[in-house]
T-cell receptor
Framework: GQQVMQIPQYQHVQEGEDFTTYCNSSTTLSNIQWYKQRPGGHPVFLIQLVKSGEVKKQKRLTFQFGEAKKNSSLHITATQTTDVGTYFCAGRRNSGNTPLVFGKGTRLSVIA | GAVVSQHPSWVICKSGTSVKIECRSLDFQATTMFWYRQFPKQSLMLMATSNEGSKATYEQGVEKDKFLINHASLTLSTLTVTSAHPEDSSFYIC???????????FGPGTRLTVT
């Protein structure tokens, strides 16, 4: 079945440092979504990428979808303590109503 | 908009009993709802996809007779854990998706502890 792999599993950074998490799928994806889950909370939608090679920015967050639509990355510039949480990528193989397959997530800790 | 609620937020039950968890979309109609299970510090594992008015589609390895899902209306889906055992203790999260939208809106989750 479809697998979505995400690395690293954990990342500890000093406040102000950059952070990147990578997501790879075993199959070509129709689209990929990113979610953030704060400790004790539930996943919150961040963004969806659909087009090959697409790059989207949200303030300090930069999301990228690979040319082959099998990998994606999330980069945070100059991390802040509010960035703490687990970042999940989730891919959908086909458009329509197929469910998302979540990666294992990257847990980010930011040391002030 | 796009608020999803879950009830109860936490529940403790004894082995052998059944527990029902409700997932409601409060301000939109959810044609599809998803049920996930999440173990501590781990990812979300999709259990089943629930479409209004039809039978749920279960993921491989998820027992449909143990985890009964009913999506009776466009705003409500229920998950019943039957004959619960301690290994069923987990965080159960639902999400809802409305027609022609790609976003999934997650509920706050239900923490189930089976003693």
């Amino acid at each position: 079945g479809q697998q979505v792999m995400q690395i690293p599993q954990y990342q500890h950074v000093q406040e102000g440092e950059d952070f990147t998490t990578y997501c790879n799928s075993s199959t070509t994806l129709s689209n990929i979504q990113w979610y953030k889950q704060r400790p004790g909370g539930h996943p919150v939608f961040l963004i969806q990428l659909v087009k090959s090679g697409e790059v989207k920015k949200q303030k300090r967050l930069t999301f990228q979808f690979g040319e082959a639509k099998k990998n994606s990355s999330l980069h945070i510039t100059a991390t802040q303590t509010t960035d703490v949480g687990t970042y999940f990528c989730a891919g959908r193989r086909n458009s329509g109503n197929t469910p998302l397959v979540f990666g294992k997530g990257t847990r980010l800790s930011v040391i002030a | 908009g796009a608020v999803v609620s879950q009830h109860p937020s936490w529940v403790i039950c004894k082995s052998g009993t059944s527990v029902k968890i409700e997932c409601r979309s409060l301000d939109f109609q959810a044609t599809t709802m998803f049920w996930y299970r999440q173990f501590p510090k781990q990812s979300l594992m999709l259990m089943a996809t629930s479409n209004e008015g039809s039978k749920a589609t279960y993921e491989q390895g998820v027992e449909k007779d143990k985890f009964l899902i009913n999506h009776a209306s466009l705003t409500l889906s229920t998950l019943t854990v039957t004959s619960a055992h301690p290994e069923d203790s987990s965080f159960y999260i639902c999400s809802a998706r409305r027609l022609s939208s790609y976003e999934q809106y997650f509920g706050p989750g239900t923490r189930l502890t089976v003693t």
